[in-house]
Structures are given as C-alpha cells and as structure tokens.
C-alpha cells in the first residue's frame, strides 16, 4: 500500500499535493475543494469526506512521527558531542552539515506542531529508509564529526593544555560506539514500525475503500487515486 501524492495535514485543512500544487483538499473535516472550486455534497458524500479525512489525520501523523524521531535521535547525538568543542567557525561548519543532512532525511517527513507533511511513497520505502538510507546518512555523518572533534581536540592541546578542558558534560565517543547507540535507537523505530504494520496496512485499506466509495460520488475525483497498491 502507498501513498501516491503528498499529504498536508494541519488543524483546520488537509491538502493533497501534486509537485507542490494543491490538487485538492479537504477544510474542517467537511468541506471539499478540487482545484480550488468548492464542490457541493449531499449528506452521504459529506459523511465519506468526514471519514477520509479523519482517517487520514489518525494515519499520516503517526507515520511521519516514526520518521521524524529516528531522524532526530540520530542526529541529537550527534549534536549533543559537539557541544562546547572547537572554535566559532567549526561549530558553524559543523551545524550546517547537520541541517543539510537533516533537510535531505526529512523532505519526505515534515513535523511542525500540529503540522504534519508526508511525501508519496509506500509503507515499504519508508521502512527501506529506516533500515537502510537512514542508517547510512547518520553512519557517514558520525564518523565526521567523530573525527572532526578528535581534531578539535589535538589542535586545542597543541596551542595550550590551559585553555582546553573536558568538562563532564561532554561526550567523545569513537564513532563505532556513538554508531552502535544510535543504531540501537534506529533499530527500536524499525520495530515499531514492523509491529504497526498489520494495523497501518489494515488503515490504508479502509482509507482506499472510503476513497473508492467518493470517487464513485464525485468523479472529479477519479484523476487522484490518493492510496494505492503498490
């Protein structure tokens, strides 16, 4: 099962996207726009866009959160061993690599708030991204900024032992043990992930079964056949 376009969820509106384009959406849970033109409904068709889109606001939320927070486990520790190392400059460097990493994990995964964003793709891909992609962005990421504190460290004892000093509060792992504990965490979300499945699949159908039932009421809908096999 998969999504075929993007989905917006916020509090007041859903929004399925099309290259960024709006191609329809839903506001308050009972009102319809296609294309911008607000479709008249009968009680029956008003009762099937309630169903769709409440289905879609207890699914997507809970898909982007599981991979929102493998993201930010990983990249959290990460952050949390770079606090206080280095100068200006390299503490600037390296928060810039971690917010292009995280731009490119997350283009697929938005959560802002009550604001939620998921990119198309299937239920498959995304635990493809859990157990592959994203293990291997974070492990390359790691081993950086490992060495890139190591570095730090070295180039601080050479200028004066006096002005460098560990605090407790600092982490310097070697990067294959911040790996094992961010694969730990990663492994965790996976899991969850695998255990959900059955009940996530079983909610895709559903969705798709409403979806048939309102495109065959409003067949302006036909050209956005939102859930899908895959």
């Known amino acids: 099962m998969a999504f075929r376009h993007g989905i917006l969820i916020s509090p007041e509106q859903i ?3 099309n290259t960024n384009r709006t191609v329809f959406q839903i506001n308050q849970d009972k009102d319809l726009f296609i294309r911008g033109e607000w479709i008249t409904l009968n009680p029956a068709e008003q009762e099937l ?3 769709y889109a409440q289905g879609l606001r207890k699914f997507v939320p809970e898909l982007v959160s599981i991979a929102v927070d493998s993201v930010e486990l990983g990249l959290t520790a990460i952050e949390n061993m770079l606090v206080g190392i280095g100068s200006t400059a390299q503490q600037e460097e390296w928060q810039a690599l971690i917010r292009e990493t995280t731009y490119q994990l997350t283009s697929r995964f938005v959560r802002s708030g009550e604001h939620f964003y998921l990119a198309p793709q299937s239920l498959n891909e995304l635990d493809a991204f859990l157990h592959g992609e994203l293990k291997t962005q974070l492990k390359d ?3 950086y900024t490992v060495g890139a504190v190591w570095d ?3 180039d601080a004892l050479r200028q004066s032992e006096d002005d460098f000093e560990r605090t407790e509060s ?3 792992q070697p990067a294959d043990e911040l790996l094992a504990k961010i694969n730990t965490g990663l492994d965790l979300k996976a899991d969850e992930l695998e255990q959900k499945s059955v009940l996530f699949c079983q909610r895709l159908i559903e969705l798709d079964q409403i979806e048939t039932q309102l495109q065959q009421r409003v067949p302006q809908l036909l050209p956005f056949d939102v859930v899908t096999m895959k």
């Open 141 to 143: 990421l790691a081993k």
């Open 49 to 51: 866009v309630r169903q």
């Open 152 to 154: 730090a460290l070295r």
């Open 15 to 17: 929004r399925i996207q």
């Open 170 to 172: 600092q982490n310097w």
